[in-house]
């Protein structure tokens, strides 16, 4: 886990290279399905939070491939163990912290949280500060639920676009106003700018898919 966190560095692909193989076509047949199933969570996002669909599953699909690579190591072990490691102990004792104020506030319990190396959980991979701050009791049970419950996945993940700045109604494409909140979600530019171009290939598909037939 150490070992991975110091080998990190940023992204060597070209946007070009990277955005071939993370937007395949299984990955847009499948976004393009899930937003029309989810389509009545999603118009009250998109109501709430100024979101639009398809940037949420543009996410979504990014991040764990629509709920399927969530990553299984045990969160509250990984941030605890980063946060005796003198590289970003400051950052990860946060981390920690909010962790357990998630299990606290009766969301998850640890078992269930289970992500990747670095702390990052949940179908669209929140660290555990964001959760503890953005996640979103969108289906009404009483608990922030972004392991099992996709009404709350997908408002949480709104919330957070919006918690960067996000504004309704405008574009998100690099150097329109909405691409610096994606850069909220991944500063790497690379990453950004396929969040954006997924978006754009969902929302093109679902408005072909709506257009009459002749």
């Known amino acids: 886990m150490l070992a ?46 100024g979101v639009p669909p398809a940037v949420v599953v543009a996410i979504w699909g990014l991040e764990t491939d629509f709920g399927v690579s969530v990553g299984k190591k045990e969160v509250i072990r990984s941030v605890a163990t980063l946060a005796f490691d003198c590289r970003r102990t400051a950052m990860f004792q946060a981390q920690l912290t909010d962790g357990l104020r998630i299990v606290d506030r009766g969301d998850l319990t640890p078992a269930e949280m289970r992500g990747d190396w670095a702390g990052d959980f949940g179908q669209t991979q929140f660290l555990p500060s964001a959760y503890y ?24 993940t709104a919330n957070y676009l919006k918690g960067y700045g996000w504004k309704a109604g405008q574009r998100w494409n690099e150097g329109d106003p909405n ?36």
């Not at 080998?7 to 899930?34: A, N, P, W």
């Not at 701050?133 to 949480?156: E, N």
């Not at 909220?184 to 009459?212: D, Q, S």
């Open 4 to 49: 991975a966190d110091k080998r990190q560095g940023v992204f060597k692909q070209t946007f070009e290279e990277f955005s071939g193989r993370m937007i395949s076509r299984d990955r847009m047949t499948k976004g393009l399905r899930l937003m029309q199933t989810h389509a009545a969570t999603l118009r009250k996002v998109e109501q709430q939070f």
């Open 133 to 156: 701050k953005y996640a979103v009791d969108f289906d009404g049970d009483g608990r922030r639920d972004l392991v099992h419950s996709v009404p709350d996945v997908l408002a949480s």
């Open 179 to 214: 691409f610096e909140a994606i850069r909220g979600w991944n500063k790497a530019m690379v990453y950004a700018k396929t969040i954006a171009a997924f978006a754009e290939r969902l929302e093109g598909g679902a408005a072909r898919a709506e257009e009459p037939r002749r």
